[in-house]
Structures are given as structure tokens and as C-alpha cells.
């Protein structure tokens, strides 16, 4: 079976977990810090701080950013439901502006009517969280404007776009946001098995994220109530979480980070190779705006019919071809429809799922599979 993605694990990969595992610290040790700084620096960002998954950091980052019961939180349809489920886990309130029909994020126009309609109903949100979905940013800039305009903060879901640009400056730069979270998941950019991080340039998130993470736990004099009574003191003011990782775990992605920009040179590569093999032949091919240039996380097309997505999903699925669907839409999710949501409400995201497919688009895909899916696919445009 080829696999829509897979992780790459090289020798020297190997090499550093072995030597974390032989050292003194297997976890809160200097592998975090490490990593962190690699990938801040990576994306222009102040600080980064790790955490447990790409969920967990949506999680701390909403309450770093004050979000809570009354408050709402507005992202789009077509991504993982974590995307959404994080706000609930504040207390707050979801909801969910249409997609783009060309890019597949977060539509811009959509959005400004939204937020003038949420204005008269002093309903606005204290959130917006733009998913830059398969690897490709929002437009960041027209949503930060819109941010000026309507007092919402701004938290980027790049889990996808590790290694991607947004006006020439890497996604994660957050020029146009608070915060954004990473994700090291095991099909992500780089992996370390599990894991996430949020990246900002406001020292005070960076603080609050970091105690959050280890159950809002401080041994910072600055911070505590009362005068420490030795070298064993803490305090907890918060209510935390276990939301750490491991200096195994650092150490994996640390040593991955090295690979990043092979494994995106090659993405692309393959992402060019769909675009030209499979032209013309009836499928809607992803569509990149100009200000970006993606990771390509995912390439994701869409059938010539909604009818076709099944017989073409399973026959390539029976044929070794392990394509996916990204995503069924959130507010289509039966534990959103208890929350009142119903289908037609976002009509382009419907639209883009009733016919879409993730083909296979990773590092150690060859040009031979490539060529054999894209063969295949053709194959079946007619079905």
C-alpha cells in the first residue's frame, strides 16, 4: 500500500534518540529548549514552546489568549476537529466561516460578512483561527487587517504548513497573529511520533503557555505570591496540564529539522509533477494563490462528480492506493449537530468535500509511483 503520507527516520535520527536515552535526562531536560529554539528560529519567531500534540497547543494557546465561557471562537469547516474542539475545552462557543472555493481556506469575504452581521448582534468573536489547510497559508494579511477592524485575536492552525511561506517570510513568522501552533504528528513536515508547539512574539503567551503546560506549576520568584521558602519551592496558579513532551521526543525533532527543507523540496516536486500528469483530465487540481508557496502537507483534488468520489476512492484504495479524505466538514460531525449546526450552512466547504481525495504526496513517494497514480487516476476519471 502506498500511504497518502508517511514519516522519514533516517540514521542520524535514530542516532540522537539513542543518545538522549543514554544521557541523564529523558524528559524537562535540554532537548526542549533545544528543539524550541530550532524551530522559533526556523520561523522568525520569538519564542516556540512545545507541548504533548498539535491539540494541546491549540488548547493552551486559547487560554494564554483569554478565551473562555461567553466568548466565540470562529474557524473554518474543512480541518481536523481539534481545530474547533479547542475552544470547547475553554468553555467557549464555535463557530465556522466558508471556505474559499479555489485555495480551500478560510474565505477572507466570508469572514468580513460574517463579522459585520456578528457586529449588529454583538456576537463577535475573541478568536479567529484561519487553517492553513494541505500546507498553504490563509490570506493572512486581509485577516489581520479584519482583526484591527473587529478587536478578534488571531491563532493559526499552521499544522499543516511547517516549512511554508506567506509573502516570502515562513509560515510561523506570526506577522499577522498572536500565535500559531505546529504540529510533529507522524505524517506532519517533521515528526517527533507525537507532538506540537505554539510559536509567538508576545512574551506573555510564551509564559502562560509554558506554566499551562506543566500544570500551571511556576518557580519563577517574579510570579509567585509568596517569598520562595528554598531551591524545592513552586507554586501552582493555575489550573494546568500535563501537556509536556520528551527530550526523546526533542531530540527526534531536532535531528528531523535538519531534514525540513529536502522534505519540502521534494513535496513540491511531486506536487508539480500531479499538476502537469494530471491537467485536463477532469479533476479540480489545488489551486495556489500567489502570496504562498506551500509545504504541501496534502494534495487534495476533487472528482469530476460527487458520484465519482466513491468508486474512484475505492478503487484506488483496492489498488494499493492509499488515498484519504481531508476533511469531512466539522459542523457535519454528528457531535456539532447536537450543538445545532446543519447541513447547507457553509456550502463551499459541502461543496469541496462531496468530491475530494488526498492522493499520496510524501518524501519517499518515487517518480514511479507517482507516475503509476497518476495513471490510475486517469484511468478512472470516467468511472
Same mark, same amino acid.
Given at each position: 500500500?502506498?500511504?497518502?503520507?508517511?514519516?522519514?527516520?533516517?540514521?542520524?535520527?535514530?542516532?540522537?534518540?539513542?543518545?538522549?536515552?543514554?544521557? $541523564?535526562? !529523558?524528559?524537562?531536560? #535540554?532537548?526542549?529548549?533545544?528543539?524550541? /529554539?530550532?524551530? @522559533?528560529? &526556523? =520561523? *522568525? +519567531?520569538?519564542?516556540?514552546?512545545?507541548?504533548?500534540?498539535?491539540?494541546?497547543?491549540?488548547?493552551?494557546?486559547?487560554?494564554?489568549?483569554?478565551?473562555?465561557?461567553? $466568548?466565540? !471562537?470562529?474557524?473554518? #469547516?474543512?480541518?481536523?476537529?481539534?481545530? /474547533?474542539?479547542? @475552544?470547547? &475545552? =475553554? *468553555? +467557549?462557543?464555535?463557530?465556522?466561516?466558508?471556505?474559499?472555493?479555489?485555495?480551500?481556506?478560510?474565505?477572507?469575504?466570508?469572514?468580513?460578512?460574517?463579522?459585520?452581521?456578528?457586529?449588529?448582534?454583538?456576537?463577535?468573536?475573541?478568536?479567529?483561527?484561519?487553517?492553513?489547510? @494541505?500546507?498553504?497559508?490563509? +490570506?493572512?494579511?486581509?485577516?489581520?487587517?479584519?482583526?484591527?477592524?473587529?478587536?478578534?485575536?488571531?491563532?493559526?492552525?499552521?499544522?499543516?504548513?511547517?516549512?511554508?511561506?506567506?509573502?516570502?517570510?515562513?509560515?510561523?513568522?506570526?506577522?499577522?497573529?498572536?500565535?500559531?501552533?505546529?504540529?510533529?504528528? +507522524?505524517?506532519?513536515?517533521?515528526?517527533?511520533?507525537?507532538?506540537?508547539?505554539?510559536?509567538?512574539?508576545?512574551?506573555?503567551?510564551?509564559?502562560?503557555?509554558?506554566?499551562?503546560?506543566?500544570?500551571?506549576?511556576?518557580?519563577?520568584?517574579?510570579?509567585?505570591?509568596?517569598?520562595?521558602?528554598?531551591?524545592?519551592?513552586?507554586?501552582?496558579?493555575?489550573?494546568?496540564?500535563?501537556?509536556?513532551?520528551?527530550?526523546?521526543?526533542?531530540?527526534?525533532?531536532?535531528?528531523?529539522?535538519?531534514?525540513?527543507?529536502?522534505?519540502?523540496?521534494?513535496?513540491?516536486?511531486?506536487?508539480?509533477?500531479?499538476?502537469?500528469?494530471?491537467?485536463?483530465?477532469?479533476?479540480?487540481?489545488?489551486?495556489?494563490?500567489?502570496?504562498?508557496?506551500?509545504?504541501?502537507?496534502?494534495?487534495?483534488?476533487?472528482?469530476?462528480?460527487?458520484?465519482?468520489?466513491?468508486?474512484?476512492?475505492?478503487?484506488?484504495?483496492?489498488?494499493?492506493?492509499?488515498?484519504?479524505?481531508?476533511?469531512?466538514?466539522?459542523?457535519?460531525?454528528?457531535?456539532?449537530?447536537?450543538?445545532?449546526?446543519?447541513?447547507?450552512?457553509?456550502?463551499?466547504?459541502?461543496?469541496?468535500?462531496?468530491?475530494?481525495?488526498?492522493?499520496?504526496?510524501?518524501?519517499?513517494?518515487?517518480?514511479?509511483?507517482?507516475?503509476?497514480?497518476?495513471?490510475?487516476?486517469?484511468?478512472?476519471?470516467?468511472?
Amino acid at each position: 500500500m502506498i500511504a497518502y503520507s508517511r514519516q522519514s527516520i533516517s540514521e542520524e535520527d535514530i542516532a540522537e534518540v539513542v543518545r538522549v536515552l543514554r544521557s $541523564d535526562f !529523558l524528559t524537562q531536560g #535540554p532537548e526542549i529548549p533545544r528543539f524550541e /529554539s530550532t524551530v @522559533a528560529g &526556523y =520561523c *522568525g +519567531a520569538r519564542h516556540g514552546i512545545c507541548v504533548a500534540s498539535g491539540t494541546a497547543a491549540l488548547h493552551l494557546a486559547c487560554l494564554a489568549l483569554g478565551l473562555g465561557p461567553g $466568548d466565540w !471562537l470562529w474557524t473554518s #469547516p474543512i480541518t481536523f476537529v481539534a481545530s /474547533s474542539n479547542c @475552544a470547547l &475545552y =475553554c *468553555g +467557549a462557543q464555535v463557530d465556522f466561516v466558508d471556505i474559499d472555493p479555489a485555495t480551500y481556506t478560510m474565505s477572507v469575504d466570508a469572514l468580513a460578512e460574517k463579522l459585520a452581521l456578528a457586529k449588529k448582534e454583538n456576537r463577535l468573536p475573541k478568536i479567529v483561527v484561519p487553517v492553513h489547510f @494541505a500546507g498553504q497559508s490563509c +490570506a493572512m494579511k486581509e485577516i489581520h487587517a479584519l482583526s484591527k477592524e473587529y478587536g478578534f485575536k488571531i491563532l493559526e492552525d499552521a499544522s499543516h504548513a511547517l516549512g511554508a511561506t506567506y509573502l516570502g517570510k515562513p509560515v510561523g513568522s506570526c506577522e499577522y497573529s498572536d500565535a500559531a501552533v505546529l504540529s510533529f504528528h +507522524a505524517v506532519k513536515m517533521i515528526t517527533t511520533a507525537e507532538g506540537g508547539m505554539v510559536v509567538t512574539n508576545d512574551d506573555r503567551i510564551a509564559t502562560d503557555v509554558a506554566r499551562l503546560r506543566t500544570h500551571g506549576i511556576t518557580r519563577d520568584a517574579a510570579e509567585m505570591r509568596h517569598p520562595s521558602e528554598g531551591g524545592w519551592y513552586y507554586e501552582q496558579i493555575d489550573l494546568g496540564y500535563h501537556f509536556r513532551i520528551t527530550d526523546v521526543q526533542a531530540a527526534l525533532g531536532t535531528s528531523q529539522m535538519k531534514s525540513l527543507e529536502r522534505f519540502v523540496t521534494r513535496r513540491r516536486e511531486i506536487a508539480a509533477r500531479y499538476d502537469t500528469l494530471l491537467a485536463d483530465t477532469g479533476y479540480t487540481l489545488p489551486h495556489q494563490d500567489r502570496a504562498t508557496n506551500s509545504s504541501w502537507h496534502l494534495y487534495a483534488i476533487q472528482c469530476p462528480t460527487a458520484a465519482q468520489r466513491k468508486p474512484i476512492f475505492d478503487a484506488l484504495r483496492s489498488g494499493g492506493i492509499g488515498v484519504n479524505v481531508h476533511y469531512i466538514p466539522v459542523h457535519l460531525q454528528p457531535y456539532y449537530q447536537d450543538m445545532g449546526f446543519t447541513r447547507g450552512q457553509f456550502p463551499n466547504a459541502e461543496s469541496y468535500y462531496s468530491r475530494a481525495i488526498s492522493i499520496p504526496i510524501h518524501q519517499l513517494l518515487t517518480d514511479a509511483q507517482v507516475e503509476m497514480i497518476a495513471d490510475r487516476l486517469k484511468q478512472l476519471a470516467h468511472v
